[in-house]
């Protein structure tokens, strides 16, 4: 989904990735396995008295700043 924005240079498109993910409380960018390990749940009996939510697989973007972990 980033591939066109962050372009083929791999150093250009490190700083680009290291750069939005400083703006993520948890400090790194999400993965497609954070989305796949989201649906799984829901779909598994480990879930089966959820009967609505809306789930934000974010690392924290709409908690805010202030929900990030403080660093050592």
Do not use: C, H
């Not at 993965?31 to 089966?48: M, Q, R």
Request: charged share 20%; glycine share 12%.
């Amino acid at each position: 989904m980033w591939d066109s924005m962050f372009g083929n240079d791999k150093k250009s498109r490190e700083k680009m990735i290291n750069s939005i993910a400083s703006g993520v409380p948890l400090g790194t960018m999400g993965e497609p396995s954070d989305v796949a390990n989201a649906v799984l749940y829901l779909g598994s009996d480990e879930s089966k008295y959820i009967t609505g939510i809306e789930l934000n697989i974010d690392g924290g973007i709409l908690a805010g700043s202030q929900s990030a972990p403080k660093k050592n």
